[in-house]
């Protein structure tokens, strides 16, 4: 690995937990760990033990380190979105969710979210009647965000792709602002060596620029009494615990402080200026990466402005219909959905995520909403990737169980040989829906998505 920055390291000098010799000796030899997040409806203990699992993750629930790093492109379940690969230290935002009002439901913002596993991690920590709204500013990162995002299955969610200053408009509307803000990466540095020879000083101070800036176009959008965090990769004072004493000077905040489990290594820091409690993750002293997290309550509504009527707009523009019986039968009969179509593809989601949905999308660039259930084909509904994964979808749904060469196989967009009836089947991988085939009698056609194909 090349040599540590001196320039990073004269930096934390002061900071609290820094032990500059066991530091520039991880980095030096130790291996990353490995770890997943186990989705808590699509896994099991018997999906649990497929993977090689050695210890949870003490601020995770269901957080898994690893003895090794499996080639996950083929494993089915990981397609099927059983897990998440994701690095343990970035699981920490599970920490706030203590101070998230739990009784009522609650609309959150993920504001720089790709690739998705905070907004996936997200999803598993909130209710099925709250609402996710998970951006991406840049448009080069939306796909696989979508793609996470479908393969999660959440039905409650929103995917935007907008600048943050967008949506300084939506005047309170979220509960819990999250914003894992860009930065200098230097907390990443042993699973990307490379960023060694990228960090500098300079991009500091550029990254500590940009964060304020994100974080003051996004304010506007929480509520008063709403929780924000405010997470980093860096080890950088100047990116993290100067940026919180910041939010402190332009906003009317409240510090909050968070649990942390005993021997987890995590170390507690106060800013310079307001002693706010922030977080820091040392990889010589947690077993995950370098990682900074802060947690605010948003206190006066001096700084909120108005909506400019787009809430009384929105609706107009929705094609809303109940889709007949044969479509309907797709999607569980006690699901609370709201159904609307869009160039002869019906979606459905959860009814407050269709009012956020209706709120939103005269003000925001919206690529996903809800679940796409299918488009009708021929007189008949062609189901969508989308349904096969989604938390939605009618248990009764006819299913065929693929083994692990056939479900590769399925996974690659080869032909697969099933006997079976006429029409539509889900196929799934130790009963975790992996997508559609349609079986013509003499053969089955193959509908996993083929931008997702598996090339290995």
Known sequence: MPTLPAALLKQLTAAPGFDEPAFVAVHAAAQPPVSVRLHPKKSTDEIAAHLPITAPVLWAKHGRYLSERPVFSLDPLWHAGAYYV??????????????????????????????????????????????????????????????????????????????PKDFGQLDGLFDVLLIDAPCSGSGLFRRDPEAIQEWSEDNVALCWQRQQRIIADAWNALSPGGIFIYTTCSFSPDEDETVVDWVHQQFDVESLAVAIPESSGIVTSLSEATQHPCYRFYPNLVKGEGFFMAVFRKKSAAEAATLSGAKQKAYRTIKVAQPPSDIARWVKEEADVQWYMHKEVWYAMPTNTFDTFAQLQNILKVRKAGVCVGEMMHQQLQPDHALAMSDCINGNIRRIELSLTEALKFLRKEAIDVEAEKGWHLVCFQQVPLGWIKHLGNRCNNYYPKEWRLRM
């Not at 706030?96 to 690739?115: N, S």
């Open 86 to 163: 994701q690095e343990a230290s970035s699981m920490a935002i599970e920490l706030a969710w203590q101070h998230v009002p739990q009784l009522l439901p609650i609309k959150v913002l993920d504001l720089c979210a790709a690739p998705g596993g905070k907004s996936t991690h997200l999803l598993s920590l909130m209710k099925p009647e709250d609402v996710l709204v998970t951006n991406e500013v840049i448009s080069s990162r939306v796909n696989i965000l979508l793609e996470n995002i479908t393969r999660w299955g959440n039905a409650n969610v929103l995917v935007t792709n907008n600048d």
